[in-house]
């Protein structure tokens, strides 16, 4: 059997998601895998039948690979990326191995090219999607462990009372991403659309959570974290905590938390926050362990396009150093492309194809360019471990280290 015996196409009519439930109900079982893909045909923000791709068996009209391009809006530094997670990714055993993911998944890259996406990202397996061209570039899934008995005793109750979120908090939640967005150069946009879903379509699937509020009437305080019901490993999982959030509500949140993960038979509580969450670093001062952070795998599907798009950020980030009247061109060199960028009194004047000879050079290999551009590590960090990556004069090495800082970056899921 090769490719010719299938048809690659996209979703058509609501008829295709009991057939998209049935595939992935089989490939992940025993996850839930199945309900949670028909759930998001029909119901996430942004959907549309034709971000799913599919290969279907000829012979039987079988689903045989499938996965979804969800779209979301990414924002850096307050500038607006379109943004598309490759998800949903699953192939039926005896269709493995016939090259079906690089035909869809050539499909979904023209898909990035025609609807002028900026991005795109997968939470996916290790050592599997850079033949996609994805690669890490922004860290995903952080482990905090925070033993039981680290946690203070809030038995004897305190200031805060608990809980759980719902549509009329919209607003408030709508308000605590934008203080997120604020303190993160790159984080994920969740409007109302998105809120709304995760608090009642969500819930129905394995990426469920609740989310609390806690709130201190004396003091005006309220804050809110989100626990997902399920997750890796055996503790109870808290996913995002307010970043306003101050010392002592924390220790009220973990005292809380144990108590309900010992309600549900889980051993301890992992906090899977960002190193710069301030819940984390009270709870890492209390004794929490930390432990392994993976990451996202980016693709940015037009170097040139993206450069331009972030062009304000790189001016904004000359302006207080030594390069602020910047006038000239700095290229970077992807080796199998050449982007010039040109200067004029610290304001970029053009964004083009490299022309000719040029003295200031960053070279970054397209595969990392999306790690430093995106703030992961820095030029002098990235060539450490590969030697193809340089600046060609001591200008450029320190215009790399003003242009392409390591920065924070942190994506909230949506759903």
Not at 144 to 157: L, N, R
Request: negative net charge; glycine residues 8%.
């Amino acid at each position: 059997m090769n490719q010719s015996d299938y048809i690659f196409r996209r979703a058509e009519s609501p008829e295709d998601a009991g057939r998209l439930r049935e595939l992935f109900t089989e490939v992940f079982y025993p996850e839930e895998v199945g309900a949670f893909a028909e759930i998001l045909f029909h119901h996430l923000p942004g959907r549309d039948y034709r971000y799913w791709f599919i290969a279907e068996e000829k012979a039987t009209s079988v689903i045989a690979a499938a996965f979804t391009l969800i779209p979301w809006v990414w924002e850096m530094d307050g500038i607006s990326l379109k943004a598309a997670e490759l998800g949903v990714v699953g192939t039926r055993e005896g269709h493995r191995k016939k090259g079906l993911m690089e035909r869809l998944n050539r499909e979904f890259d023209g898909t990035l090219r025609d609807e002028g996406y900026d991005i795109a990202g997968i939470q996916g397996i290790p050592g599997f999607y850079n033949r996609f061209g994805f690669h890490y570039a922004i860290p995903l899934e952080n482990s905090i462990h925070v033993p039981f008995h680290v946690v203070e005793d809030g038995s004897s109750g305190g200031p805060y009372t608990f809980r759980e979120g719902g549509l009329d908090d919209i607003p408030f939640f709508i308000g605590e991403d934008r203080v997120f967005r604020n303190r993160h150069c790159l984080a994920s946009f969740r409007g109302e659309e998105q809120w709304r879903y995760l608090l009642t379509h969500s819930k129905k699937t394995e990426y469920g959570s609740e989310y609390w509020i806690m709130e201190n009437n004396s003091r005006e305080e309220r804050y809110y974290f989100r626990v997902p019901l399920m997750g890796f490993g055996d503790g109870l999982i808290v996913s995002e905590v307010s970043e306003a959030i101050t010392a002592e509500a924390v220790g009220a949140m973990l005292a809380f938390c144990r108590e309900k993960a010992m309600e549900r038979g889980k051993p301890s509580i992992r906090l899977t926050l960002p190193d710069t969450s301030p819940a984390a670093h009270v709870a890492l001062a209390m004794g929490a362990v930390r432990g392994d952070c993976y990451g996202w795998q980016i693709k940015i599907p037009d170097a040139m396009m993206f450069i331009r798009k972030i062009s304000p950020l790189l001016e904004k980030r000359l302006r207080p150093g030594p390069f602020r009247e910047m006038t000239g061109t700095v290229r970077i060199d992807l080796y199998r492309q050449q982007i010039d960028i040109l200067w004029e009194k610290g304001l970029i004047t053009a964004v083009r194809p490299g022309e000719g000879e040029a003295e200031t050079v960053i070279a970054v290999p397209r595969d990392l360019f999306p790690a430093l551009c995106l703030g992961y590590r820095t030029l002098k960090e990235l060539n450490h471990s590969r030697p193809d990556i340089s600046a060609s004069t001591w200008k450029a090495a320190l215009l790399a280290e003003a242009l392409f800082p390591v920065t924070s970056s942190w994506i909230n899921e949506q759903y």
